[in-house]
């Protein structure tokens, strides 16, 4: 690319022919308002908030999708540029209907910030959307009075579920009614929409029920992504790692237990090594591909049924985790398992429709979890009880599920279930571990990753996959070339579980890669860094997980092929 | 001579209201690496107020046709669209495909309304999209229909274009002539007359007082009696408003219904901006601060012409007239 020189607000900037005014201004700490782009989308430019001068036009031209070109002359702030982005935002406010007090967005409202910056009034015009619908799918709720039309809800959506209807002021963003689309929970549009106009179920009012029962055991358990993420939510930098201040946090709520999902990852790993060696050596439903995202699971469930028996049946690092407690750990510890409440912190919102999963319930009649918050209930949920993550004496997850492998961290990056899978495939195969375990390869935010690894005398060949729609582009190299790879690890999130729907807000390329590097920082640093020597997991299957058909019933599950959920209307985002 | 330079020799600009020089596009096309290239007729003339379109394919069809000849022997390996509003398209269809059946010449009858006669929206709409515009760059002389070089020009550029190819262009243009006349419709005069003179020439000129809304009936910019020694801009409309008999509030309705129905939605400005005039207008009180707010943030910050062309009258009819 063209090196060109440009000048904004006065001073010179090198930039590369094809970057946009906004990108420049980004990287070199100049501040333009915008709230219809977003990094991981194409510039819509219709909120025209990010407008600037540009010498030679007559009009202000839109910085998000303009590009520079050699001695372009950029003026960002100036009395009519103010003017028009004041006027413009009255109009966006116009649109929306406020409820900050329960808002997804409140900590990271552009709204209200450049409101205060712009001195706009928020109640310029009346709320014209006040009669528009709130509808609920799956767990995921849209209300459609707080939208803004922005659209990047619709270009996010890797299914297409999301339809844009009607012209003029009747647009309208909808889910689609149409009988071969379905939500798949992913909740990428929660994380895109610049207004929280999306919003996961109960992402407000049901945080505090799972306390309310004092005569239950209540055990927490968080997800490997959780622990480089949840920080910013109180100020930190993206990627600071704070496992152990949220332990404390937790023990301070009152959960009985505190236990890490990634402990639970290492028995996931276990068994997933084991099928993907069996399958390999039969050559029976090949590829296979990885199984613990709920979203990339109800997708191949109901757009690609016929590769659902290429899913392994090893259940997600959570629902194994809530099985082990509701099984092994209540007989350990003499607790009916009907007394035990598995709450789950993930990542993630489509957790939130796994754990309703009919075939997840044990033997018992118990679902293995109860209830599950994303990464950004959980610390709505400090932050009600005064509990900063910044000032808190760190204590330790609790024995025996406190204490996992490098590997069980990982599964928050794409690529990290594979390679955790790896490493104890690898040992399994070859009757020693690798010299070195990492699997670099495979790493990074690359939405597709395809690689050669050997695995002792065989050749494995495998896809990394994050994002549905590179998935759905792998499925269809696959209808194809049926052979094409041994395995597939698929996130449906873009970078995994890092960048997922239950994160916070925002979630940016950026963002994601420094939650990423912060989990491959604590796998680098942990002595034990594989699944197959976590002695909690070791000792589980000397006492419980003895034979098949145990293993089977806990650990595994089976899929179908699903029929369109229910868009449901509901009265308000409250859900009454 | 190459018919490009003729066309620059000759000073044509655009008629389909934003005046651009029409060399300059048809050389873009020209130059823009593509292997196959559009030429499209922008039939779709919807604005009130303006009828010239209709006249040329009423009254010269044979012309219009011979324009597109010359496109299409301009550009290699070219196909042409010639793509008309509905009633036009209904009611010319079965001459034109007469008269254009030895080219590679389609008819298409306009699946929207007003915005579609906004080039990248026209596409959009061939290429069975939503009727919204794009963003420029790429302008479809780069990237337009199917992706390819493509040559946008109105219906009345195309008749002009025949008449450069014969040396019979005299710099001359059609005006449509409406409102409080006697002697309304389309006439033919240089571009160089005055809006006083073809008024007079017409035998139009009111006696009693008056202003007139020049370029088109929506868009089209509001002049006073003393500002007739202007030309006529935009798509060529002159249409005249009888001062006692015209309702000031009743007039910018009009304007804003036609909006509000035509707007796509994509950007705010427009899409809320139009909204809110319509309900500052139905207020008995007009508040002309936030009228002026909105037209300020159309005029900069819309994202098509479509935006800018609301600003157009208001800004005018604001103070002259208001």
Known sequence: MEKVTIKIDGKDYQAEEGDTILKIAHKNGIKIPSLCFHPDAKARSNCRMCVVEIKGNKNLQTSCSTKVTEGMEIITDSGRIKRARKINLELIFSQHQEECDDCVSLDSCRLLKYQKEFGAEINKFPDRKKNRKIVQTGPIVFDWTKCIDCRLCADVCPVEFLEVENRGADIAIEASSDEKKECINCGQCIVHCPVGAIEAEGEFEEIEKPLADKSKTVIIQFAPAIRSSIGEEFGMEAGSIVTDQMVAGMKKLGFSKVFDTSVAADFTTYEEAQELLERVKTGKNLPAFSSCCPAWVKFLEFYYPEFIHNLCTSRSPQIMMGGILKTYWAKENNVDPKDIIVVSVMPCTAKKFEVKREEMKLENGCFPVDYVLTTREMARLFKKHNIDLKNIEPEKADNPFGDPSGAGVIYGASGGVFESAFRTAYFMATGKNMENVDVKEIRGLEGIKIKELKLGDTILKVAVVSGIKNAQKMLEELKKNPSAFHAMEVMACPGGCIGGGGQPIPNTPEIRKKRAQALYQVDAEKKMRLAHENPSVLEAYEKHFTDKEIIHKVLHTSYQQRKKSEVKELKSSRGD | MN?????????????????????????????????????????????????KDGFILENYPEELINGVKVALETFENSEAYIYLRKDYYDKYKSKLVELSRDFSITLTREPGGYLCGEESTLIESIEGNRFEPRDKPPFPTEKGLFGMPTLVNNLETFYWISKIAKDEYHSNRFYSLSGDIANPGVFEFSEDLSIEKILKETNNFPEKEFFVQVGGGASGIILTREELENKVTGAGAIIVYDKEKTDPKALMKKWIDFYFNENCGKCVPCREGVYRIKELLENDNLDLEKLKDIVFVLEETSFCPLGKGVAMPFEGFLGKIY
């Open chain 2, 3 to 51: 018919i490009i330079q003729k066309i620059k020799d000759a000073k044509l600009t655009g008629r389909g209201g934003a005046g651009f020089p029409t060399w300059q596009k048809w050389e873009a096309v020209k130059n823009a690496p593509g292997e196959k290239k559009y030429i499209i007729v922008n039939g779709s003339e919807g604005e009130p107020g303006v009828l």
